[in-house]
Protein backbone atom coordinates (compact mmCIF):
# COMPACT_ATOMS: atom_id res chain seq x y z
CA UNK A 1 0.00 0.00 0.00
CA UNK A 2 2.77 1.93 0.95
CA UNK A 3 4.13 2.49 -2.79
CA UNK A 4 5.86 5.87 -4.13
CA UNK A 5 3.84 7.55 -6.44
CA UNK A 6 5.91 10.27 -6.85
CA UNK A 7 9.62 10.95 -7.25
CA UNK A 8 11.06 14.30 -7.34
CA UNK A 9 14.89 14.61 -7.95
CA UNK A 10 16.99 17.64 -8.26
CA UNK A 11 14.25 19.73 -9.92
CA UNK A 12 15.36 23.14 -11.36
CA UNK A 13 12.79 25.30 -12.88
CA UNK A 14 14.48 28.75 -14.40
CA UNK A 15 12.97 32.10 -16.11
CA UNK A 16 15.06 33.23 -18.60
CA UNK A 17 14.48 36.92 -18.17
CA UNK A 18 15.85 40.33 -20.31
CA UNK A 19 17.43 40.98 -16.62
CA UNK A 20 18.82 37.25 -16.10
CA UNK A 21 18.23 33.72 -15.27
CA UNK A 22 15.54 33.53 -12.10
CA UNK A 23 16.74 30.70 -10.80
CA UNK A 24 13.25 29.78 -9.30
CA UNK A 25 13.57 26.04 -8.03
CA UNK A 26 16.88 25.22 -7.60
CA UNK A 27 17.23 21.63 -7.50
CA UNK A 28 14.78 20.39 -5.10
CA UNK A 29 14.06 16.34 -4.18
CA UNK A 30 11.01 14.91 -2.47
CA UNK A 31 8.90 11.55 -2.69
CA UNK A 32 5.05 11.05 -1.68
CA UNK A 33 3.73 7.36 -1.30
CA UNK A 34 0.36 6.45 -1.91
CA UNK A 35 -2.33 7.94 0.07
CA UNK A 36 0.03 10.07 1.61
CA UNK A 37 0.19 14.52 1.96
CA UNK A 38 2.92 16.49 2.03
CA UNK A 39 2.69 20.31 3.48
CA UNK A 40 5.04 22.60 0.62
CA UNK A 41 5.25 25.83 3.17
CA UNK A 42 7.30 28.92 2.46
CA UNK A 43 6.89 32.84 1.66
CA UNK A 44 6.19 34.57 -1.55
CA UNK A 45 8.61 33.79 -4.34
CA UNK A 46 10.01 30.47 -2.97
CA UNK A 47 9.11 28.68 -6.08
CA UNK A 48 6.29 26.69 -4.64
CA UNK A 49 3.62 27.42 -7.19
CA UNK A 50 6.18 27.01 -9.56
CA UNK A 51 7.21 23.51 -8.36
CA UNK A 52 3.27 22.84 -8.52
CA UNK A 53 3.47 24.05 -12.20
CA UNK A 54 6.57 21.91 -13.16
CA UNK A 55 5.05 18.73 -11.43
CA UNK A 56 2.13 18.65 -14.34
CA UNK A 57 4.80 20.28 -16.91
CA UNK A 58 3.09 23.60 -17.53
CA UNK A 59 6.11 25.97 -16.03
CA UNK A 60 4.54 29.78 -18.21
CA UNK A 61 6.87 31.17 -20.73
CA UNK A 62 9.91 32.42 -19.85
CA UNK A 63 10.69 29.74 -17.68
CA UNK A 64 12.10 25.97 -18.41
CA UNK A 65 12.78 23.24 -16.32
CA UNK A 66 16.11 22.79 -16.94
CA UNK A 67 17.28 20.34 -14.66
CA UNK A 68 15.78 17.21 -12.83
CA UNK A 69 13.23 14.16 -12.99
CA UNK A 70 10.04 13.75 -12.13
CA UNK A 71 8.67 10.41 -11.68
CA UNK A 72 4.97 9.43 -11.47
CA UNK A 73 4.78 5.77 -10.88
CA UNK A 74 7.66 4.94 -12.04
CA UNK A 75 7.42 7.12 -15.67
CA UNK A 76 9.10 10.29 -16.09
CA UNK A 77 6.77 12.85 -16.93
CA UNK A 78 9.57 15.37 -18.38
CA UNK A 79 9.86 12.63 -20.75
CA UNK A 80 6.52 11.99 -21.88
CA UNK A 81 5.45 13.26 -24.93
CA UNK A 82 3.42 16.70 -24.36
CA UNK A 83 0.26 14.28 -25.89
CA UNK A 84 0.52 11.66 -23.36
CA UNK A 85 1.06 14.49 -20.62
CA UNK A 86 -2.39 15.49 -21.25
CA UNK A 87 -3.73 12.47 -20.33
CA UNK A 88 -1.75 13.06 -17.48
CA UNK A 89 -3.26 16.24 -16.35
CA UNK A 90 -6.64 15.67 -14.84
CA UNK A 91 -6.72 12.40 -14.92
CA UNK A 92 -3.89 11.68 -12.96
CA UNK A 93 -2.98 14.76 -11.51
CA UNK A 94 -5.51 17.01 -10.68
CA UNK A 95 -5.07 21.09 -9.49
CA UNK A 96 -6.85 23.55 -7.18
CA UNK A 97 -5.96 27.12 -7.53
CA UNK A 98 -5.55 29.75 -5.27
CA UNK A 99 -8.24 32.13 -6.99
CA UNK A 100 -11.36 30.15 -8.23
CA UNK A 101 -13.23 33.33 -9.73
CA UNK A 102 -10.13 33.57 -12.10
CA UNK A 103 -9.59 30.13 -12.52
CA UNK A 104 -13.44 29.42 -14.15
CA UNK A 105 -13.95 30.44 -17.58
CA UNK A 106 -16.35 33.23 -17.05
CA UNK A 107 -18.48 32.42 -19.78
CA UNK A 108 -19.56 28.66 -19.13
CA UNK A 109 -21.94 27.58 -16.37
CA UNK A 110 -20.15 25.55 -13.17
CA UNK A 111 -21.91 22.68 -14.59
CA UNK A 112 -20.89 22.53 -18.11
CA UNK A 113 -16.98 23.14 -17.04
CA UNK A 114 -16.99 20.07 -14.24
CA UNK A 115 -18.87 18.14 -16.70
CA UNK A 116 -16.26 18.92 -19.53
CA UNK A 117 -13.35 17.67 -17.62
CA UNK A 118 -15.38 14.51 -17.76
CA UNK A 119 -16.00 13.99 -20.62
CA UNK A 120 -12.03 15.20 -21.82
CA UNK A 121 -10.80 11.88 -19.54
CA UNK A 122 -13.57 9.52 -19.85
CA UNK A 123 -15.62 7.48 -22.58
CA UNK A 124 -18.80 8.65 -20.98
CA UNK A 125 -22.73 9.55 -22.35
CA UNK A 126 -23.19 13.14 -21.80
CA UNK A 127 -26.30 12.32 -19.19
CA UNK A 128 -23.64 9.81 -17.47
CA UNK A 129 -21.32 13.29 -17.20
CA UNK A 130 -24.19 15.13 -15.87
CA UNK A 131 -24.89 12.81 -13.54
CA UNK A 132 -21.59 12.57 -11.95
CA UNK A 133 -21.50 16.53 -12.40
CA UNK A 134 -24.55 16.51 -9.49
CA UNK A 135 -22.63 13.80 -7.55
CA UNK A 136 -19.53 15.27 -7.49
CA UNK A 137 -21.17 18.92 -6.70
CA UNK A 138 -23.26 17.02 -3.63
CA UNK A 139 -19.63 15.64 -2.54
CA UNK A 140 -18.43 19.06 -2.16
CA UNK A 141 -21.62 20.13 -0.47
CA UNK A 142 -23.09 22.62 -2.95
CA UNK A 143 -25.89 20.71 -3.87
CA UNK A 144 -28.52 23.22 -4.06
CA UNK A 145 -30.50 23.29 -6.66
CA UNK A 146 -29.66 25.86 -10.01
CA UNK A 147 -25.48 25.94 -8.80
CA UNK A 148 -24.61 23.71 -11.39
CA UNK A 149 -26.38 26.08 -13.92
CA UNK A 150 -25.13 29.17 -11.96
CA UNK A 151 -22.10 30.95 -13.63
CA UNK A 152 -18.49 31.64 -11.75
CA UNK A 153 -19.50 34.95 -11.12
CA UNK A 154 -23.12 33.91 -9.38
CA UNK A 155 -21.10 32.21 -6.96
CA UNK A 156 -19.70 32.71 -3.31
CA UNK A 157 -15.72 32.59 -3.00
CA UNK A 158 -16.27 29.48 -0.65
CA UNK A 159 -18.64 27.73 -3.18
CA UNK A 160 -16.48 28.86 -5.80
CA UNK A 161 -13.44 27.11 -4.36
CA UNK A 162 -15.67 23.92 -3.64
CA UNK A 163 -16.56 23.78 -6.91
CA UNK A 164 -13.00 23.77 -8.28
CA UNK A 165 -13.14 21.13 -5.97
CA UNK A 166 -15.60 19.06 -7.92
CA UNK A 167 -13.67 19.70 -10.95
CA UNK A 168 -10.40 18.65 -9.89
CA UNK A 169 -11.94 15.51 -8.39
CA UNK A 170 -13.78 15.04 -11.66
CA UNK A 171 -11.93 12.46 -12.96
CA UNK A 172 -10.61 10.52 -9.57
CA UNK A 173 -7.15 11.71 -9.60
CA UNK A 174 -4.37 9.67 -7.64
CA UNK A 175 -2.65 13.19 -6.79
CA UNK A 176 -4.38 16.60 -6.08
CA UNK A 177 -2.27 19.23 -5.94
CA UNK A 178 -3.40 22.13 -3.98
CA UNK A 179 -1.96 25.60 -4.64
CA UNK A 180 -2.80 28.07 -2.02
CA UNK A 181 -6.30 27.02 -1.78
CA UNK A 182 -7.82 28.91 1.19
CA UNK A 183 -5.28 32.45 0.34
CA UNK A 184 -8.35 34.26 -1.75
CA UNK A 185 -10.79 32.79 1.13
CA UNK A 186 -12.19 34.10 4.52
CA UNK A 187 -10.60 33.18 7.29
CA UNK A 188 -13.77 31.67 8.60
CA UNK A 189 -14.16 30.00 5.48
CA UNK A 190 -10.86 28.82 5.30
CA UNK A 191 -11.13 25.82 7.85
CA UNK A 192 -14.05 24.89 6.16
CA UNK A 193 -12.59 24.53 2.74
CA UNK A 194 -9.34 22.84 4.38
CA UNK A 195 -11.20 19.91 6.40
CA UNK A 196 -13.51 19.46 3.17
CA UNK A 197 -10.02 19.00 0.58
CA UNK A 198 -8.47 16.68 3.67
CA UNK A 199 -11.71 14.50 4.17
CA UNK A 200 -11.91 13.92 0.50
CA UNK A 201 -8.48 12.77 -0.18
CA UNK A 202 -8.06 10.83 2.72
CA UNK A 203 -11.73 9.12 1.85
CA UNK A 204 -10.38 8.54 -1.90
CA UNK A 205 -7.06 7.58 -0.19
CA UNK A 206 -5.46 10.49 -3.15
CA UNK A 207 -2.23 11.49 -2.38
CA UNK A 208 -1.91 15.40 -2.37
CA UNK A 209 0.70 17.58 -1.54
CA UNK A 210 -1.08 21.16 -0.32
CA UNK A 211 1.40 24.48 -0.79
CA UNK A 212 0.76 27.33 1.85
CA UNK A 213 2.34 30.21 3.23
CA UNK A 214 0.44 29.58 6.47
CA UNK A 215 2.61 27.35 8.18
CA UNK A 216 -0.41 27.71 10.79
CA UNK A 217 -3.00 25.69 8.84
CA UNK A 218 -1.32 22.86 7.66
CA UNK A 219 0.38 21.64 10.19
CA UNK A 220 -1.99 19.12 11.57
CA UNK A 221 -3.86 18.58 8.19
CA UNK A 222 -0.51 16.76 6.26
CA UNK A 223 1.83 13.95 7.40
CA UNK A 224 4.56 15.37 5.71
CA UNK A 225 6.12 18.83 5.82
CA UNK A 226 8.63 20.58 3.40
CA UNK A 227 9.79 24.21 4.05
CA UNK A 228 11.30 25.56 0.97
CA UNK A 229 13.37 29.18 1.00
CA UNK A 230 14.85 30.62 -2.21
CA UNK A 231 13.77 27.98 -4.66
CA UNK A 232 15.61 24.86 -2.21
CA UNK A 233 14.12 22.81 0.20
CA UNK A 234 15.68 23.26 3.52
CA UNK A 235 13.44 21.31 6.14
CA UNK A 236 11.79 18.14 5.23
CA UNK A 237 9.90 15.86 7.82
CA UNK A 238 6.91 14.32 9.53
CA UNK A 239 4.60 17.22 10.11
CA UNK A 240 4.55 16.24 13.68
CA UNK A 241 8.29 16.08 14.08
CA UNK A 242 9.03 19.58 12.38
CA UNK A 243 6.79 21.51 14.48
CA UNK A 244 7.97 20.05 17.66
CA UNK A 245 11.29 20.08 16.75
CA UNK A 246 12.12 22.48 13.94
CA UNK A 247 15.84 22.27 13.20
CA UNK A 248 16.34 24.96 10.87
CA UNK A 249 16.32 28.78 11.94
CA UNK A 250 14.07 29.72 9.00
CA UNK A 251 11.59 27.21 10.12
CA UNK A 252 11.83 28.17 13.92
CA UNK A 253 11.34 31.73 12.73
CA UNK A 254 8.36 30.50 10.38
CA UNK A 255 6.55 28.70 13.51
CA UNK A 256 7.27 31.92 15.75
CA UNK A 257 5.86 33.92 13.77
CA UNK A 258 2.25 32.10 13.69
CA UNK A 259 0.08 34.68 15.60
CA UNK A 260 -1.20 33.28 19.00
CA UNK A 261 -4.13 35.09 20.58
CA UNK A 262 -3.36 33.98 23.89
CA UNK A 263 0.15 36.35 24.00
CA UNK A 264 -1.50 39.54 23.32
CA UNK A 265 0.09 41.77 24.62
CA UNK A 266 3.78 40.27 23.08
CA UNK A 267 4.04 42.18 19.63
CA UNK A 268 4.27 39.64 16.97
CA UNK A 269 8.23 38.11 16.08
CA UNK A 270 9.17 38.08 12.53
CA UNK A 271 11.85 37.53 10.60
CA UNK A 272 14.27 40.09 9.81
CA UNK A 273 14.98 41.61 6.56
CA UNK A 274 13.53 40.38 3.54
CA UNK A 275 14.24 37.47 0.63
CA UNK A 276 17.03 37.90 -1.20
CA UNK A 277 16.59 39.01 -5.00
CA UNK A 278 16.21 35.04 -6.94
CA UNK A 279 18.70 37.25 -9.59
CA UNK A 280 21.37 37.76 -7.22
CA UNK A 281 21.91 35.05 -4.68
CA UNK A 282 24.38 34.93 -2.07
CA UNK A 283 27.15 32.88 -2.35
CA UNK A 284 27.08 30.48 0.42
CA UNK A 285 23.28 29.86 2.35
CA UNK A 286 20.40 31.82 0.88
CA UNK A 287 19.34 32.67 4.56
CA UNK A 288 22.54 33.87 5.83
CA UNK A 289 21.97 37.73 5.69
CA UNK A 290 18.53 36.76 7.99
CA UNK A 291 19.83 34.28 10.30
CA UNK A 292 20.25 34.76 14.04
CA UNK A 293 22.70 31.77 14.10
CA UNK A 294 25.26 32.44 11.08
CA UNK A 295 28.92 32.21 11.14
CA UNK A 296 31.92 32.43 8.90
CA UNK A 297 31.05 28.83 6.64
CA UNK A 298 27.45 30.18 6.17
CA UNK A 299 28.43 32.97 3.92
CA UNK A 300 31.06 30.80 1.89
CA UNK A 301 29.35 27.71 1.23
CA UNK A 302 25.57 26.47 0.36
CA UNK A 303 24.51 23.90 3.27
CA UNK A 304 23.15 20.80 1.44
CA UNK A 305 19.84 19.01 2.33
CA UNK A 306 21.38 15.81 5.15
CA UNK A 307 19.30 12.95 6.82
CA UNK A 308 19.66 13.80 10.68
CA UNK A 309 18.15 10.82 11.62
CA UNK A 310 14.75 9.13 11.18
CA UNK A 311 14.07 10.83 7.87
CA UNK A 312 14.75 14.52 9.41
CA UNK A 313 16.05 16.31 6.64
CA UNK A 314 17.65 19.31 7.25
CA UNK A 315 20.16 22.11 4.78
CA UNK A 316 21.67 23.88 7.60
CA UNK A 317 25.58 24.25 8.74
CA UNK A 318 24.82 25.13 12.27
CA UNK A 319 22.49 22.00 12.81
CA UNK B 1 -28.14 43.89 -19.00
CA UNK B 2 -26.80 43.66 -22.16
CA UNK B 3 -30.63 44.11 -23.61
CA UNK B 4 -31.55 46.39 -20.87
CA UNK B 5 -28.78 48.61 -21.95
CA UNK B 6 -29.27 47.83 -25.67
CA UNK B 7 -32.89 49.08 -25.37
CA UNK B 8 -31.99 52.37 -23.96
CA UNK B 9 -30.12 53.55 -27.09
CA UNK B 10 -32.64 54.56 -29.28
CA UNK B 11 -31.00 54.66 -32.37
CA UNK B 12 -29.23 51.40 -31.74
CA UNK B 13 -33.03 50.07 -31.60
CA UNK B 14 -33.97 52.10 -34.71
CA UNK B 15 -30.93 50.14 -36.53
CA UNK B 16 -31.67 47.00 -35.02
CA UNK B 17 -35.45 47.05 -36.27
CA UNK B 18 -34.47 48.67 -39.51
CA UNK B 19 -32.26 45.40 -40.40
CA UNK B 20 -34.75 43.44 -38.88
CA UNK B 21 -37.06 44.77 -41.60
CA UNK B 22 -34.95 44.85 -44.39
CA UNK B 23 -33.99 40.88 -44.02
CA UNK B 24 -37.20 39.97 -43.87
CA UNK B 25 -37.95 42.31 -47.15
CA UNK B 26 -34.82 40.69 -48.75
CA UNK B 27 -35.86 36.90 -47.56
CA UNK B 28 -39.46 37.23 -48.72
CA UNK B 29 -39.03 38.88 -51.94
CA UNK B 30 -41.30 37.70 -54.19
CA UNK B 31 -44.18 37.84 -51.90
CA UNK B 32 -43.09 41.50 -51.63
CA UNK B 33 -42.59 42.98 -55.15
CA UNK B 34 -45.71 43.86 -56.73
CA UNK B 35 -44.14 42.88 -60.33
CA UNK B 36 -41.67 41.00 -61.77
CA UNK B 37 -38.23 42.47 -61.37
CA UNK B 38 -37.11 41.91 -65.15
CA UNK B 39 -39.96 41.64 -67.09
CA UNK B 40 -39.93 44.83 -69.50
CA UNK B 41 -42.88 46.50 -70.52
CA UNK B 42 -42.02 48.88 -73.36
CA UNK B 43 -45.15 50.92 -73.34
CA UNK B 44 -44.60 52.18 -69.35
CA UNK B 45 -40.90 53.36 -69.99
CA UNK B 46 -39.47 56.19 -67.78
CA UNK B 47 -42.98 56.56 -65.64
CA UNK B 48 -42.35 58.55 -62.66
CA UNK B 49 -44.16 57.08 -59.53
CA UNK B 50 -47.81 56.05 -59.71
CA UNK B 51 -50.45 54.11 -58.55
CA UNK B 52 -49.33 51.50 -60.17
CA UNK B 53 -45.46 51.72 -59.38
CA UNK B 54 -45.22 53.56 -56.66
CA UNK B 55 -41.57 54.01 -57.01
CA UNK B 56 -42.01 54.97 -60.94
CA UNK B 57 -40.29 52.49 -64.24
CA UNK B 58 -36.86 52.09 -65.20
CA UNK B 59 -35.60 52.89 -68.78
CA UNK B 60 -36.87 49.38 -69.73
CA UNK B 61 -39.72 50.01 -68.11
CA UNK B 62 -39.54 47.78 -65.05
CA UNK B 63 -41.08 48.57 -61.89
CA UNK B 64 -38.27 50.10 -59.32
CA UNK B 65 -39.84 49.19 -56.59
CA UNK B 66 -39.59 45.35 -57.22
CA UNK B 67 -35.75 45.56 -58.11
CA UNK B 68 -35.05 47.41 -55.28
CA UNK B 69 -36.83 44.86 -53.29
CA UNK B 70 -35.27 42.20 -54.99
CA UNK B 71 -31.94 44.16 -55.09
CA UNK B 72 -31.98 44.21 -51.15
CA UNK B 73 -32.08 39.95 -51.42
CA UNK B 74 -28.56 40.69 -53.36
CA UNK B 75 -26.74 43.43 -51.29
CA UNK B 76 -27.67 41.65 -47.71
CA UNK B 77 -26.39 38.34 -49.21
CA UNK B 78 -23.04 39.90 -50.56
CA UNK B 79 -22.43 41.53 -47.23
CA UNK B 80 -23.47 38.35 -45.11
CA UNK B 81 -21.10 36.54 -46.68
CA UNK B 82 -18.74 38.37 -47.29
CA UNK B 83 -18.34 39.13 -43.70
CA UNK B 84 -18.87 35.53 -42.99
CA UNK B 85 -15.58 34.80 -45.34
CA UNK B 86 -13.73 37.66 -43.82
CA UNK B 87 -14.57 36.78 -40.41
CA UNK B 88 -13.88 33.30 -40.88
CA UNK B 89 -10.29 33.84 -42.33
CA UNK B 90 -9.83 36.72 -39.56
CA UNK B 91 -10.69 34.56 -36.78
CA UNK B 92 -8.83 31.86 -37.53
CA UNK B 93 -5.48 33.77 -38.65
CA UNK B 94 -6.31 35.83 -35.64
CA UNK B 95 -6.47 33.00 -33.06
CA UNK B 96 -3.69 30.79 -34.33
CA UNK B 97 -1.43 34.07 -34.36
CA UNK B 98 -2.79 35.32 -31.23
CA UNK B 99 -2.65 31.86 -29.16
CA UNK B 100 0.77 30.74 -30.51
CA UNK B 101 3.09 33.71 -31.24
CA UNK B 102 6.30 33.34 -32.70
CA UNK B 103 7.60 33.66 -35.93
CA UNK B 104 3.85 32.34 -37.53
CA UNK B 105 2.65 35.85 -35.87
CA UNK B 106 5.07 37.95 -37.00
CA UNK B 107 4.86 36.58 -40.88
CA UNK B 108 0.63 36.80 -40.27
CA UNK B 109 0.95 40.25 -38.63
CA UNK B 110 3.53 41.41 -41.62
CA UNK B 111 1.31 40.14 -43.92
CA UNK B 112 -2.04 41.86 -42.27
CA UNK B 113 -0.01 44.70 -42.48
CA UNK B 114 0.70 44.43 -45.99
CA UNK B 115 -3.02 44.13 -47.23
CA UNK B 116 -4.11 47.33 -45.29
CA UNK B 117 -1.27 48.88 -47.51
CA UNK B 118 -2.99 48.22 -50.82
CA UNK B 119 -6.40 50.42 -51.12
CA UNK B 120 -8.85 47.45 -51.07
CA UNK B 121 -11.28 49.20 -53.51
CA UNK B 122 -8.27 49.11 -56.31
CA UNK B 123 -7.37 45.61 -55.48
CA UNK B 124 -11.51 44.58 -55.92
CA UNK B 125 -11.50 46.42 -58.75
CA UNK B 126 -8.00 44.74 -60.64
CA UNK B 127 -8.93 41.22 -58.86
CA UNK B 128 -12.28 41.52 -60.81
CA UNK B 129 -11.03 42.55 -63.87
CA UNK B 130 -9.74 39.77 -64.56
CA UNK B 131 -12.39 37.54 -63.03
CA UNK B 132 -15.61 37.37 -64.46
CA UNK B 133 -17.74 39.49 -62.04
CA UNK B 134 -20.36 37.20 -60.68
CA UNK B 135 -22.22 37.57 -57.44
CA UNK B 136 -19.91 34.02 -56.24
CA UNK B 137 -16.50 36.14 -57.55
CA UNK B 138 -17.57 39.45 -55.69
CA UNK B 139 -18.62 37.92 -52.78
CA UNK B 140 -15.22 35.92 -52.26
CA UNK B 141 -13.28 38.70 -53.01
CA UNK B 142 -14.79 41.76 -50.91
CA UNK B 143 -14.12 38.58 -47.96
CA UNK B 144 -10.40 38.03 -49.23
CA UNK B 145 -9.68 41.66 -48.33
CA UNK B 146 -11.70 42.71 -45.45
CA UNK B 147 -10.46 40.06 -42.56
CA UNK B 148 -7.42 42.19 -41.19
CA UNK B 149 -9.16 44.24 -38.87
CA UNK B 150 -11.05 40.80 -37.87
CA UNK B 151 -7.60 39.26 -37.45
CA UNK B 152 -6.09 41.74 -35.51
CA UNK B 153 -8.75 42.26 -32.97
CA UNK B 154 -9.23 38.67 -32.09
CA UNK B 155 -5.20 38.30 -31.85
CA UNK B 156 -5.42 41.27 -29.06
CA UNK B 157 -8.28 39.25 -27.61
CA UNK B 158 -5.99 36.24 -27.31
CA UNK B 159 -3.06 37.56 -26.71
CA UNK B 160 -4.29 38.58 -23.08
CA UNK B 161 -7.25 35.97 -22.55
CA UNK B 162 -4.35 33.13 -23.07
CA UNK B 163 -2.18 34.69 -19.85
CA UNK B 164 -5.54 34.45 -17.29
CA UNK B 165 -5.60 31.61 -15.17
CA UNK B 166 -8.90 30.00 -16.37
CA UNK B 167 -6.96 28.64 -19.04
CA UNK B 168 -4.00 27.47 -16.76
CA UNK B 169 -6.55 25.55 -15.50
CA UNK B 170 -8.32 23.98 -18.48
CA UNK B 171 -4.19 22.97 -19.30
CA UNK B 172 -4.43 21.04 -15.59
CA UNK B 173 -7.45 19.37 -16.55
CA UNK B 174 -6.14 18.29 -19.83
CA UNK B 175 -7.49 20.20 -22.77
CA UNK B 176 -5.52 20.00 -25.80
CA UNK B 177 -4.44 23.18 -27.64
CA UNK B 178 -7.50 22.61 -30.41
CA UNK B 179 -10.10 22.76 -27.16
CA UNK B 180 -8.13 25.72 -25.53
CA UNK B 181 -8.33 27.97 -28.41
CA UNK B 182 -11.65 27.03 -29.76
CA UNK B 183 -13.74 26.12 -26.75
CA UNK B 184 -12.41 28.26 -24.09
CA UNK B 185 -10.73 31.57 -25.77
CA UNK B 186 -12.83 32.10 -28.10
CA UNK B 187 -16.12 32.36 -27.25
CA UNK B 188 -14.57 34.72 -24.52
CA UNK B 189 -12.92 36.66 -27.87
CA UNK B 190 -16.21 36.92 -29.67
CA UNK B 191 -17.85 40.53 -28.76
CA UNK B 192 -15.70 42.86 -30.07
CA UNK B 193 -15.53 40.49 -33.47
CA UNK B 194 -19.49 40.37 -33.57
CA UNK B 195 -19.50 44.53 -33.47
CA UNK B 196 -16.64 44.40 -36.31
CA UNK B 197 -19.05 42.17 -38.17
CA UNK B 198 -22.52 43.60 -38.22
CA UNK B 199 -20.16 47.10 -39.20
CA UNK B 200 -18.42 44.96 -41.29
CA UNK B 201 -21.88 44.19 -43.45
CA UNK B 202 -22.13 47.96 -43.98
CA UNK B 203 -19.24 48.22 -45.90
CA UNK B 204 -19.42 44.95 -48.00
CA UNK B 205 -22.54 46.66 -49.08
CA UNK B 206 -21.29 49.78 -50.09
CA UNK B 207 -18.55 48.07 -51.62
CA UNK B 208 -20.90 46.08 -53.72
CA UNK B 209 -23.33 48.62 -54.28
CA UNK B 210 -19.76 50.79 -56.04
CA UNK B 211 -18.80 47.88 -58.05
CA UNK B 212 -22.40 47.25 -59.56
CA UNK B 213 -22.68 50.91 -60.22
CA UNK B 214 -19.47 50.89 -62.07
CA UNK B 215 -20.79 48.35 -64.08
CA UNK B 216 -18.19 45.36 -63.10
CA UNK B 217 -20.67 44.16 -60.02
CA UNK B 218 -23.94 42.22 -60.43
CA UNK B 219 -24.49 42.08 -64.49
CA UNK B 220 -28.05 43.34 -65.38
CA UNK B 221 -30.61 42.61 -65.77
CA UNK B 222 -30.53 41.08 -62.30
CA UNK B 223 -31.39 43.93 -59.99
CA UNK B 224 -28.76 45.30 -57.26
CA UNK B 225 -29.05 48.58 -56.15
CA UNK B 226 -25.65 49.63 -57.51
CA UNK B 227 -26.70 48.76 -61.29
CA UNK B 228 -29.96 50.68 -60.50
CA UNK B 229 -28.60 53.60 -59.74
CA UNK B 230 -26.29 53.31 -62.58
CA UNK B 231 -29.37 53.66 -64.69
CA UNK B 232 -30.66 56.04 -62.68
CA UNK B 233 -27.44 58.54 -63.77
CA UNK B 234 -27.93 57.97 -67.27
CA UNK B 235 -31.23 59.28 -66.57
CA UNK B 236 -30.80 61.46 -64.30
CA UNK B 237 -32.29 64.71 -65.81
CA UNK B 238 -35.50 63.59 -66.81
CA UNK B 239 -35.83 60.28 -64.02
CA UNK B 240 -34.95 61.41 -60.50
CA UNK B 241 -36.45 58.41 -58.89
CA UNK B 242 -34.11 56.14 -60.76
CA UNK B 243 -31.41 57.72 -58.83
CA UNK B 244 -32.99 58.76 -55.53
CA UNK B 245 -35.09 55.65 -54.62
CA UNK B 246 -32.33 53.08 -54.28
CA UNK B 247 -29.76 55.60 -53.14
CA UNK B 248 -32.03 55.71 -50.08
CA UNK B 249 -32.07 52.32 -49.91
CA UNK B 250 -28.45 51.71 -50.16
CA UNK B 251 -28.26 55.12 -46.97
CA UNK B 252 -30.58 53.51 -44.74
CA UNK B 253 -29.47 50.02 -44.90
CA UNK B 254 -25.88 51.64 -44.23
CA UNK B 255 -26.93 53.50 -41.85
CA UNK B 256 -29.13 51.06 -40.10
CA UNK B 257 -25.95 48.38 -39.65
CA UNK B 258 -23.77 51.38 -38.40
CA UNK B 259 -26.15 52.01 -35.93
CA UNK B 260 -26.98 48.53 -34.73
CA UNK B 261 -22.94 47.92 -34.59
CA UNK B 262 -22.26 50.78 -32.59
CA UNK B 263 -25.06 50.18 -30.38
CA UNK B 264 -24.03 46.65 -29.53
CA UNK B 265 -20.50 47.79 -28.89
CA UNK B 266 -22.27 50.79 -26.33
CA UNK B 267 -23.82 47.70 -24.68
CA UNK B 268 -21.57 45.39 -24.60
CA UNK B 269 -18.87 47.82 -22.56
CA UNK B 270 -20.80 51.44 -21.50
CA UNK B 271 -17.32 52.81 -20.70
CA UNK B 272 -16.64 53.13 -24.36
CA UNK B 273 -19.93 55.66 -24.85
CA UNK B 274 -18.74 58.98 -24.48
Known amino acids: ?319 | MFWVRFRKNKLALFGAITVFILCGVALFAPWFAPHDPVSIDVDHILEPPSAGHPLGTDELGRDVLSRIIWGARISLAVGFVAVGISALIGILLGAISGYYGGWFDTVIMRFVDVMLCIPTFFLILAAIAFLEPNIWIIMAVIGLTSWMGVARLVRAEFLSLKEREFILAARCVGASNFRIIFRHILPNALSPVLVSVVLGVAGAILVESALSFLGIGIQPPTASWGNILASGKDNIEIAWWLSVFPGVAILVTVLAYNLLGEGIRDAIDPRLKK
Open chain 1, 1 to 319: MHETLLEVSNLSTSFFTDAGEVRAVRGISFFLNEGKSLGLVGESGCGKSVTALSLINLVPYPGRIIAGNIFYRGKDLLQLESKSMLDVRGKEIAMIFQEPLTAFNPVFSIGSQVQEAILTHQKVSKKEALNRTSKLLEDVGISQEGVIENYPHQLSGGMRQRAMIAMALSCDPSLLIADEPTTALDVTIQAQVLGLISEIQKKRNMSMILITHDLGIVADRVEYLAIMYCGKIVEYSLAKELISKPLHPYTSGLIDSIPDISRREKPLRTIKGAVPSLLNLPKGCSFCDRCFMVDSLCRLQEPQLRDIGAGHMVACHRV
